[in-house]
C-alpha cells in the first residue's frame, strides 16, 4: 500500500476509555507524520471539544468535525472546509424535537451548546457518569434552545440529541428519517446525531485528500462506531478496532486491538 494519508476517529479509537492518547500511540502517529504521511482526525466532536492530547501531536494540521461537517486547519483553527445544515432542515427537526422531553446541543462555528439542565447534570438524563465532565467542559449551557436554534438556523454544522431509551430512539430516528436532505448516524449508543444531508467523515476526506491528489487506496481509516462505517468503505484500507460495533466490523477490511490496548498504533507500527 502507498500510504499517503492516515484518518482517526477519536473516542472509542485513538482515545482510551480515559478519554487520552497514550505516550505510545503519540510516538507512532509523530512517526507517521515525520514520514511524510498525513494525519487527519476525524470525529464527530466539535473543535472546542477535541482534547488537548490530539492538538499537541506534532506535525498534525488538520481536524475534521461534526461527523464532516467542517474541516479546521491547526494551529489557528481555520475553518476551511464546511457543510452547515439547511435552515429549513433545521426548523423541521427542532419540529421533532420538541415534542420530546430528551436534551439536545447544536454545534456552531467549532463550538458545542446544549440545554442548561443537560450542562447541570448531565446523568439526570441516562448518560453515563463520565459525561458529566466531558459536557461541563466542552458545551456552552444556553437556557432557551428552541430559540437559540432559531436564531442560527443558518449556521448549524450539527445537531444531537440524547435518547438513551433505545426504543424512543428507533421511533425518533424513524420520524426524523422522513426529513430531507438529513444525515442520521450515531456514535454512542445514546446518541442520535444529525447533520446536512450530504455529510460524512468520508466526504469532508475526500474533499481534503483532492487537494493533495491522495486516492481512496492511498488512506489508511481507523473507527469503532456506527457514524465511521462511510469513512472505512471509503479507504484503500479501513480498520476497525477490537471493540467496535458489529455494523462497523462488517465494513471493515481489517480489525486491531481495542482502543485501550492502542490497537491504532500496534497496527500503525507494525505497517510503518
Known amino acids: 500500500m502507498d500510504l499517503r494519508l492516515i484518518a482517526l476517529d477519536l473516542d472509542g479509537t ?6 487520552k492518547v497514550s505516550p505510545y500511540t503519540k510516538k507512532i ?13 476525524a470525529s464527530g466532536r466539535a473543535l472546542s471539544a477535541i482534547p488537548e492530547d490530539i492538538l499537541n501531536i506534532r506535525g498534525l494540521k488538520y481536524i475534521i468535525t461534526s461527523n464532516g ?47 442548561q439542565a ?8 441516562g448518560v453515563p457518569e463520565r459525561m458529566n465532565h466531558y459536557v461541563q467542559t466542552t458545551r456552552t449551557p444556553i437556557s432557551d434552545m428552541p430559540d437559540f436554534m432559531m436564531k442560527h438556523c443558518n449556521e448549524i454544522e450539527g445537531i444531537d440529541m440524547i435518547v438513551p431509551d433505545m426504543p424512543k430512539k428507533q ?17 454512542e449508543s445514546y446518541y442520535i446525531e444529525m447533520a446536512s444531508g450530504s455529510v460524512s467523515k468520508a466526504s469532508a476526506l475526500h474533499a481534503l485528500a483532492a487537494q493533495f491528489h491522495i486516492t481512496p487506496k492511498q488512506v489508511m481509516a481507523f473507527g469503532d462506531s456506527d457514524n465511521d462505517i462511510e469513512l472505512l468503505s471509503y479507504a484503500g ?3 476497525a478496532m477490537q471493540n467496535a ?28
Open 14 to 19: 485513538t482515545l482510551n476509555s480515559q478519554g
Open 29 to 41: 502517529l509523530e512517526k507517521a507524520l515525520s514520514k511524510g504521511i498525513l494525519v487527519v482526525i
Open 69 to 115: 461537517s467542517s474541516i479546521f486547519e491547526l494551529p489557528d483553527s481555520r475553518r476551511i472546509y464546511a457543510n452547515d445544515m439547511k435552515p429549513g432542515v433545521v426548523m423541521s427537526v427542532l419540529a421533532i424535537m420538541q415534542d420530546t422531553h430528551f436534551p439536545f446541543e447544536v454545534f456552531i462555528g467549532g463550538h458545542a451548546y446544549t440545554m
Open 118 to 125: 443537560y450542562y447541570d447534570c448531565p446523568t439526570d438524563f
Open 171 to 187: 421511533q425518533l430516528i424513524t420520524a426524523l428519517s422522513q426529513i430531507s436532505n438529513l444525515y442520521i448516524t450515531s456514535s
Open 237 to 239: 484500507c479501513g480498520v
Open 245 to 272: 460495533t458489529s455494523n462497523l466490523l462488517k465494513a471493515a477490511s481489517a480489525v486491531t486491538r481495542s482502543n485501550n490496548e492502542d490497537g491504532v498504533a500496534f497496527y500503525l507500527e507494525s505497517f510503518l
